[in-house]
Protein backbone atom coordinates (compact mmCIF):
# COMPACT_ATOMS: atom_id res chain seq x y z
CA UNK A 1 0.00 0.00 0.00
CA UNK A 2 1.31 3.12 -0.74
CA UNK A 3 1.78 5.52 2.60
CA UNK A 4 4.12 7.54 4.48
CA UNK A 5 6.93 5.85 6.70
CA UNK A 6 8.55 7.34 9.68
CA UNK A 7 11.78 5.86 11.11
CA UNK A 8 12.06 5.33 14.08
CA UNK A 9 8.80 5.64 15.59
CA UNK A 10 10.64 6.38 19.47
CA UNK A 11 14.20 8.17 19.34
CA UNK A 12 15.55 9.02 22.78
CA UNK A 13 18.81 11.19 22.38
CA UNK A 14 20.92 13.39 24.75
CA UNK A 15 20.79 16.74 25.47
CA UNK A 16 22.56 18.52 23.05
CA UNK A 17 23.64 15.51 20.81
CA UNK A 18 22.27 15.76 16.93
CA UNK A 19 19.41 13.40 15.84
CA UNK A 20 17.48 12.75 13.03
CA UNK A 21 14.21 11.57 11.63
CA UNK A 22 13.13 10.17 8.98
CA UNK A 23 10.26 9.91 6.71
CA UNK A 24 9.57 8.61 3.04
CA UNK A 25 6.89 7.95 0.89
CA UNK A 26 5.47 5.82 -2.06
CA UNK A 27 2.78 8.10 -2.94
CA UNK A 28 5.32 10.06 -5.29
CA UNK A 29 3.71 13.57 -3.96
CA UNK A 30 5.02 17.05 -4.32
CA UNK A 31 5.27 18.13 -1.32
CA UNK A 32 6.23 16.60 2.23
CA UNK A 33 5.57 18.80 5.51
CA UNK A 34 7.03 18.26 9.00
CA UNK A 35 4.97 19.19 11.86
CA UNK A 36 6.12 19.11 15.89
CA UNK A 37 3.11 18.29 18.40
CA UNK A 38 3.91 18.54 21.89
CA UNK A 39 1.36 16.44 24.90
CA UNK A 40 -1.99 18.05 24.43
CA UNK A 41 -1.26 20.98 22.16
CA UNK A 42 -2.42 21.01 18.11
CA UNK A 43 0.47 19.96 15.38
CA UNK A 44 2.28 22.95 14.60
CA UNK A 45 4.38 23.33 11.09
CA UNK A 46 7.78 23.64 10.83
CA UNK A 47 9.07 23.39 7.49
CA UNK A 48 7.51 21.80 4.29
CA UNK A 49 9.24 21.31 0.67
CA UNK A 50 7.77 22.09 -2.61
CA UNK A 51 9.53 19.38 -4.71
CA UNK A 52 13.12 21.05 -4.15
CA UNK A 53 11.67 24.00 -2.92
CA UNK A 54 12.36 24.53 0.95
CA UNK A 55 10.17 26.66 2.59
CA UNK A 56 10.65 26.93 6.41
CA UNK A 57 7.76 28.79 9.02
CA UNK A 58 8.63 31.91 10.38
CA UNK A 59 8.88 31.06 14.15
CA UNK A 60 10.87 27.76 13.24
CA UNK A 61 13.92 27.64 15.61
CA UNK A 62 17.04 27.89 13.93
CA UNK A 63 18.13 24.39 15.55
CA UNK A 64 15.82 22.84 13.14
CA UNK A 65 16.71 21.97 9.80
CA UNK A 66 15.58 19.58 7.22
CA UNK A 67 16.98 18.15 3.81
CA UNK A 68 14.81 16.50 1.06
CA UNK A 69 17.68 14.45 -1.32
CA UNK A 70 15.06 13.02 -3.41
CA UNK A 71 11.33 12.86 -4.11
CA UNK A 72 10.78 9.66 -1.81
CA UNK A 73 12.79 10.93 1.79
CA UNK A 74 12.86 13.90 3.93
CA UNK A 75 14.96 14.10 7.26
CA UNK A 76 14.55 16.64 9.79
CA UNK A 77 17.64 17.11 11.76
CA UNK A 78 17.49 18.83 15.35
CA UNK A 79 21.19 19.99 15.96
CA UNK A 80 21.26 20.51 19.44
CA UNK A 81 18.13 18.85 21.01
CA UNK A 82 16.89 20.61 24.16
CA UNK A 83 14.37 19.01 26.91
CA UNK A 84 11.71 21.42 24.91
CA UNK A 85 12.30 19.85 21.89
CA UNK A 86 11.13 16.67 23.03
CA UNK A 87 7.47 16.06 21.41
CA UNK A 88 6.37 13.74 18.67
CA UNK A 89 6.82 14.94 15.25
CA UNK A 90 4.92 14.22 12.30
CA UNK A 91 5.38 13.92 9.17
CA UNK A 92 3.07 14.73 6.35
CA UNK A 93 2.82 14.88 2.25
CA UNK A 94 0.25 16.22 -0.52
CA UNK A 95 0.18 16.41 -4.14
CA UNK A 96 0.77 19.58 -5.02
CA UNK A 97 0.55 21.89 -2.21
CA UNK A 98 -2.37 23.73 -3.28
CA UNK A 99 -4.22 23.65 -0.29
CA UNK A 100 -7.07 22.22 -2.40
CA UNK A 101 -5.79 18.04 -1.31
CA UNK A 102 -5.89 16.19 1.18
CA UNK A 103 -3.02 15.60 3.54
CA UNK A 104 -1.48 12.18 4.59
CA UNK A 105 0.60 11.49 7.95
CA UNK A 106 2.79 9.13 8.72
CA UNK A 107 2.38 7.37 12.22
CA UNK A 108 5.12 9.88 13.74
CA UNK A 109 8.55 9.62 15.55
CA UNK A 110 8.03 10.25 19.55
CA UNK A 111 11.47 12.32 20.30
CA UNK A 112 12.67 11.55 23.98
CA UNK A 113 15.48 13.98 25.45
CA UNK A 114 17.30 13.11 27.99
CA UNK B 1 -2.68 34.46 10.39
CA UNK B 2 -4.41 31.37 9.92
CA UNK B 3 -6.22 30.76 13.88
CA UNK B 4 -8.21 27.56 14.09
CA UNK B 5 -10.49 26.84 16.85
CA UNK B 6 -12.28 23.67 18.49
CA UNK B 7 -14.74 23.85 20.60
CA UNK B 8 -15.49 22.13 23.12
CA UNK B 9 -11.98 20.91 24.26
CA UNK B 10 -13.41 17.36 26.00
CA UNK B 11 -16.62 15.83 25.52
CA UNK B 12 -18.15 12.71 26.77
CA UNK B 13 -21.15 10.91 25.88
CA UNK B 14 -23.06 7.57 26.13
CA UNK B 15 -22.83 4.85 23.73
CA UNK B 16 -25.36 5.36 20.92
CA UNK B 17 -25.88 9.50 20.86
CA UNK B 18 -25.50 11.63 18.29
CA UNK B 19 -22.48 14.08 18.58
CA UNK B 20 -21.48 17.79 16.86
CA UNK B 21 -17.97 18.67 17.21
CA UNK B 22 -16.95 22.57 16.42
CA UNK B 23 -14.14 24.03 14.35
CA UNK B 24 -13.76 27.58 13.64
CA UNK B 25 -11.52 29.89 11.54
CA UNK B 26 -10.42 32.97 11.09
CA UNK B 27 -8.84 33.16 7.03
CA UNK B 28 -12.15 31.68 4.69
CA UNK B 29 -9.74 31.80 1.67
CA UNK B 30 -9.95 29.10 -0.86
CA UNK B 31 -8.79 26.54 1.25
CA UNK B 32 -9.84 23.07 2.06
CA UNK B 33 -10.50 21.97 5.44
CA UNK B 34 -9.92 18.67 6.50
CA UNK B 35 -10.97 16.86 9.49
CA UNK B 36 -8.70 13.54 11.40
CA UNK B 37 -8.81 11.50 14.41
CA UNK B 38 -5.67 10.86 16.50
CA UNK B 39 -5.65 8.08 18.96
CA UNK B 40 -3.27 8.55 22.48
CA UNK B 41 0.11 8.45 21.29
CA UNK B 42 0.02 7.80 17.78
CA UNK B 43 -0.29 9.83 14.11
CA UNK B 44 -3.41 11.41 12.51
CA UNK B 45 -5.90 9.73 10.62
CA UNK B 46 -7.84 11.41 7.78
CA UNK B 47 -11.34 11.28 8.09
CA UNK B 48 -12.50 13.57 5.57
CA UNK B 49 -11.47 16.42 3.35
CA UNK B 50 -14.25 19.58 2.35
CA UNK B 51 -12.92 20.98 -0.65
CA UNK B 52 -13.41 25.02 -0.32
CA UNK B 53 -15.86 24.92 -3.02
CA UNK B 54 -17.94 21.88 -1.26
CA UNK B 55 -20.29 22.77 1.83
CA UNK B 56 -19.82 18.71 3.43
CA UNK B 57 -18.81 15.29 3.11
CA UNK B 58 -20.07 12.10 4.32
CA UNK B 59 -18.47 8.81 5.14
CA UNK B 60 -20.39 6.07 6.72
CA UNK B 61 -21.27 7.77 10.33
CA UNK B 62 -19.80 10.95 9.75
CA UNK B 63 -21.00 14.18 8.46
CA UNK B 64 -18.29 17.41 7.92
CA UNK B 65 -20.18 20.42 6.89
CA UNK B 66 -18.43 23.69 5.88
CA UNK B 67 -19.55 27.53 5.88
CA UNK B 68 -16.92 30.09 4.76
CA UNK B 69 -18.99 32.67 5.36
CA UNK B 70 -19.02 32.05 9.36
CA UNK B 71 -15.66 30.49 8.81
CA UNK B 72 -17.09 27.20 10.32
CA UNK B 73 -16.94 23.26 10.17
CA UNK B 74 -18.51 20.63 12.09
CA UNK B 75 -18.23 17.07 12.66
CA UNK B 76 -21.04 15.35 13.17
CA UNK B 77 -20.99 11.92 14.59
CA UNK B 78 -23.75 9.49 14.58
CA UNK B 79 -24.79 6.23 16.58
CA UNK B 80 -21.50 6.94 18.50
CA UNK B 81 -19.49 3.83 20.01
CA UNK B 82 -16.90 3.34 22.15
CA UNK B 83 -14.24 2.47 19.30
CA UNK B 84 -14.55 6.34 18.11
CA UNK B 85 -13.40 7.88 21.63
CA UNK B 86 -10.13 9.95 20.35
CA UNK B 87 -8.86 13.10 19.78
CA UNK B 88 -10.66 14.69 16.81
CA UNK B 89 -8.52 17.71 14.95
CA UNK B 90 -10.30 20.31 12.18
CA UNK B 91 -7.15 21.72 10.10
CA UNK B 92 -6.86 24.03 7.29
CA UNK B 93 -3.33 23.42 5.45
CA UNK B 94 -0.73 24.02 7.78
CA UNK B 95 -3.04 24.96 10.51
CA UNK B 96 -4.57 22.61 12.94
CA UNK B 97 -7.09 23.24 15.66
CA UNK B 98 -6.33 22.14 19.26
CA UNK B 99 -8.91 19.01 19.28
CA UNK B 100 -12.05 17.71 20.99
CA UNK B 101 -11.28 14.96 23.34
CA UNK B 102 -14.22 12.31 22.30
CA UNK B 103 -14.74 9.85 25.39
CA UNK B 104 -18.03 7.44 24.30
CA UNK B 105 -18.68 5.58 27.18
CA UNK B 106 -20.12 2.07 26.97
Known amino acids: DAMVIQNPRYQVTQFGKPVTLSCSQT?????MYWYQQKSSQAPKLLFHYYDKDFNNEADTPDNFQSRRPNTSFCFLDIRSPGLGDAAMYLCATSRDGTGKETQYFGPGTRLLVL | KQEVTQIPAALSVPEGENLVLNCSFT??????LQWFRQDPGKGLTSLLL?????REQTSGRLNASLDKSSGRSTLYIAASQPGDSATYLCARPGYFGTGTSLTVIP
Open chain 2, 27 to 32: DSAIYN
Open chain 2, 50 to 54: IQSSQ
Open chain 1, 27 to 31: LNHNV
